[in-house]
C-alpha cells in the first residue's frame, strides 16, 4: 500500500463496493468491514451455495478464522499489525448459534488477558439481519500504525 490515506491491499478480498480496506488518519487505521472471501474468487470458506446462491449450510468457525485471517493481511499491507488492535466490532447474523464459536475463535487470536501486561482490544459484537454477500459473519477493526 501507498501513503495515501485510503489503502487498499493487493492480497487481501476486493471490496464489493465503492470503499477502500482501510484509511489512515494520523497514526489510526480504521479498516472497513472485513467478510471471510478469498481475493480473486467467489469462494467462501465455510460457505456451501445452491445453484441460486442461497445458503444451504455453513461453518461459523472456518468463516471467522478466514476473517481473522483477511484482517491479519490488510493489517500487515497497511504497515500496522494484529498486536496493534485497539477496537473490534463484529457483526453476526446469528448470535444465538454462533457467538459462542465466534468467542473461541477470538480468544485463540487474542490470548492475552487483561492483566497479561498485552490487554485485549475493546470489543463490540452485533446481531444483524443480513450482510451484504452470504456470509455470517464480518469484521471490522481500528488499530494504531507507526
Not at 465455510?46 to 493481511?73: H, M, P
Not at 468467542?103 to 490470548?111: G, L, Q, R, S, T
Request: proline content about 8%.
Amino acid at each position: 500500500m501507498s501513503n495515501d490515506p485510503m489503502l487498499m491491499s493487493s492480497r487481501a478480498p476486493e471490496p464489493v463496493g465503492a470503499y477502500p480496506h482501510a484509511k489512515r488518519i494520523g497514526n489510526m487505521l480504521y479498516l472497513s468491514g472485513v467478510g471471510p472471501r478469498k481475493r480473486g474468487s467467489k469462494e467462501i470458506p465455510g460457505v456451501t451455495l445452491d445453484d441460486q446462491g442461497n445458503i444451504t449450510s455453513y461453518d461459523i468457525e472456518a468463516q471467522c478464522r478466514s476473517c481473522f485471517e483477511n484482517v491479519k493481511t490488510i493489517l500487515e499491507d497497511a504497515g500496522s499489525s494484529w498486536e496493534n488492535i485497539v477496537d473490534v466490532l463484529v457483526f453476526l447474523t446469528n448470535m444465538k448459534d454462533d457467538f459462542q464459536t465466534y468467542n473461541k475463535v477470538y480468544a485463540e487470536y487474542f490470548a492475552g488477558p487483561p492483566n497479561s501486561g498485552k490487554p485485549n482490544p475493546t470489543r463490540t459484537t452485533i446481531e444483524i439481519t443480513a450482510l451484504p454477500t452470504p456470509i455470517a459473519v464480518e469484521v471490522k477493526v481500528i488499530a494504531t500504525i507507526d
